[in-house]
């Protein structure tokens, strides 16, 4: 017997008489509310997403194929052991018997002419990669890549700040306090693209060993990255460790055989060619190349070089699938530290305390030991001295006294994993707050900018060179106390002026040659996109260029102009979706009516904005928890949107004004009552 029950917010609570049972139960529930959105991921993993929207998603479904996500998948999944494999084909058979009802219900599948199909028993695998292939640092480097070839070599650090499209999730632990008796508790919230539907389900998983709530993906069963057991919980951040490397390759031809160059000549490498069907256009070839570094994913058009990727989950065939089920199974923090020793990618910095009052702090996954320069940009393939040595930097595993805190900053346990980490601010920032006592959902929401080199560069303009409305301008903004509150006019001010001084660094002297094509795929425009990097990258130009006179231009530029008006009406929600449904996109246009957003890029609540590109807000808190150890019943969560993907459904959006306030709803722990049999 399986039962279905669903809270107030229609969160699902899984009852199963057994794991496998229950994992098939909870892809049922996925294929159910998010029918179109786990095969929106599934079609990206095979690269087959433009036969089924059009070709706006060529430039995707080419870089699926090359890098193989399908077939990396696909290996991993055959690598598995046998209990995982038999309770992830539990999780498939779960979601192929529901994606026939989710679909009718989703008005995606009908805007676009498209029927779901039956998922593969690797599919799962292929939704995890699609999540986080560019998740990490490779994309990065194609960017320092044409840093120095346009500005020179010492000029990347110019932007060693995380890449438009990284992440910047903040996590913390509160150890146990004997005098109350308040045992552990951990709290965060994991930053990402703000998609719609929510990248993250909430949901309760129970069966007779285990009764878990947590954030799952749609499309991969259990919690990995935000549970709590009841006797353990765990929650990450991106470690921003470097995993991923590039190589440029050199190739040559003879008829359908393609050579590359190696350390002792030239060596074959394998080589095919599939066509990608468009809806609505014709179909396109795509080239798919391998080299013993890995998948060819683009070709440099400034030198003719290939670039090959090479992953820790291509290599070993494994993505860690294996430590999903013992996290479910976890009760102590030893058993979560056991857990993840079998994870790979994305490589995470994790927290996780237990009822006993322990509380560890781990990173988790493979970063392979090579030569630091292959951190930076893509290194010659042929050189040896850039080959992996084999093995990989061993696991953090540390118990932690007193208050820890992860927000992608450089720390200790994750300096040598990495290059290029968060500003400290964050971290500051959360430390400070929680040494006043300030409770989890106020540090959630917390606006305050820090008062950076950007906004230091304001004390540096001598109001006197300045007219009568840009220097009342200007005393305004040093005045003003920082917050990015959504109705803040000087908010809205302060984002107008480095706006319009982003901007004018696109002209600066030392600048412009960026603005040269970088000669990489339209796909790594996010992160090799001059106005973008410029525009996240204020605060560090600001301390290394004199910036005084485009500083007071942009000043002038506002004063003179029409009011910016508050923040909250210029930093509009704007979630990432395919807009195949005028349903969906009526939903998002009253989203926005409904909400007005505050925080910003660099504060604790990490709303982000391209400053120069656009105020509006694509990423931002995906989820925020508040893991209480002492009483389960007391911990507290919120998503963005809502449980259901349905456009229309009670649940499709019913959490968004609570998320846009900061406030959290409880989990559901209560008996369940099997409500809804299945």
């Known amino acids: 017997m399986t039962h279905v029950d669903r809270d107030q917010w229609g969160v699902p609570q899984l009852w199963a008489g057994d794991v496998d049972a229950l994992a098939r139960l909870q892809g049922r529930v996925a294929a159910l509310d998010r029918a179109w959105q786990i095969s929106v991921e599934r079609w990206r993993a ?10 706006a998603e060529l430039a995707w479904d080419r870089f699926a194929r090359r890098v193989r996500l399908d077939d990396t998948a696909r290996r991993c999944y055959e690598r598995l052991d046998p209990d995982t494999r038999r309770w992830v084909g539990a999780y498939v058979d779960g979601v192929n018997s529901g994606l026939a009802e989710g679909a009718a219900a989703a008005p995606e599948f009908a805007a676009t002419g498209t029927a779901p199909e039956p998922w593969r028993p690797w599919s799962p695998l292929g939704v995890f990669l699609v999540q986080h292939v560019l998740f990490s640092t490779f994309p990065n480097k194609l960017w320092h890549a044409h840093v120095a070839r346009t500005l020179g070599p010492g000029a990347a650090g110019l932007f060693a700040v995380e890449g438009p499209a990284s992440s910047g999730s903040n996590a913390w632990a509160l150890p146990a306090d004997p005098a109350t008796g308040r045992g552990p508790l951990i709290a965060g919230d994991p930053h990402r693209l703000l998609e719609l539907p929510g990248v993250y389900q909430q949901v309760r998983l129970a069966c007779p060993e285990f009764d878990v709530v947590g954030l799952a993906f749609p499309g991969v069963p259990g919690v990995p990255h935000f549970g709590h057991t009841g006797h353990v919980a ?14 440029r390759e050199r190739l040559r031809r003879d008829g359908d055989r393609v050579l590359v160059r190696d350390a002792d000549g030239w060596t074959p490498a394998t080589r095919h060619v599939e066509e990608i069907e468009v809806r609505g256009g014709a179909p396109e070839t795509v080239e798919v190349i391998e080299t013993p570094r890995g998948p060819v994913i683009d070709h440099d058009r400034v030198t003719g070089e290939a670039i090959a990727l090479r992953t820790p989950s291509r290599v070993e065939g494994r993505l860690g699938f294996e430590a999903l089920l013992p996290l479910l199974r976890a009760r102590r923090t030893g058993d979560v530290a056991d857990a993840l020793r079998h994870w790979v990618e994305p490589v995470n910095s994790v927290l996780a305390a237990d009822t006993g009052g322990g509380v560890r702090r781990l990173v988790a996954g493979l970063v392979p030991v090579r030569d630091e320069r292959c951190r930076r940009e893509p290194m010659p393939a042929w050189e040896p001295a850039y080959r992996w040595r084999g093995d990989y930097l061993p696991l953090v595993d540390e118990g932690v006294d ?9 720390r200790d346990d994750v300096a040598a994993h990495g290059t290029d980490f968060a500003p400290p601010h964050r971290a500051r920032r959360i430390r400070a707050l929680l040494a006043d006592g300030t409770e989890p959902a106020t540090v959630h929401t917390d606006d305050r900018l820090p008062a950076g080199p950007l906004y230091r560069l304001l004390d540096r303009l001598d109001p006197g060179r300045l007219d009568e409305p840009a220097r009342a301008l200007l005393l305004r903004l040093r005045g003003w106390d920082r917050a990015m509150a959504a109705g803040s006019a000087e908010a809205g001010a302060y984002a107008a002026w480095r706006a319009a001084l982003a901007r004018r660094l696109r002209v600066h002297p030392g600048l412009r040659a960026l603005d040269v094509p970088c000669g990489f795929d339209e796909l790594f425009a996010p992160w090799t996109d001059p106005a973008a990097r410029i525009g996240l990258a204020l605060d560090h130009l600001a301390a290394a260029l004199d910036l005084a006179e485009p500083a007071a231009e942009a000043l002038a530029e506002v004063a003179a102009g029409p009011a ?3 923040w909250g009406g210029r930093h509009l929600l704007h979630p990432v979706h395919l807009g195949v449904a005028p349903a969906v996109t009526d ?6 009516r409904r909400v007005a957003l505050a925080g910003d890029t660099d504060c604790v609540l990490a709303t982000s904005s391209v400053p120069g590109v656009s105020d509006a807000c694509w990423r931002g808190p995906v989820a925020r928890y508040v893991w209480n150890l002492t009483d389960r019943a007391a911990s507290r969560w919120i998503v963005p949107f809502g449980a259901s993907g349905r456009p229309g459904d009670a649940h499709f959006a019913d959490q968004l004004t609570h998320w846009a306030a900061g406030t959290l709803i409880p989990v559901p722990t209560g008996p369940l009552t099997g409500d809804e049999t299945t």
């Open 564 to 566: 910016p008006g508050e």
């Open 234 to 247: 765990w929650a990450v951040t991106n470690a921003m460790a470097d995993y991923q490397d590039l190589y």
């Open 402 to 410: 007193g208050v820890a805190v992860c927000a992608n900053d450089r």
């Open 587 to 592: 939903a998002v246009t009253a989203m926005r």
């Open 46 to 55: 095979e690269g087959r997403l433009a036969a089924h929207v059009g070709p």
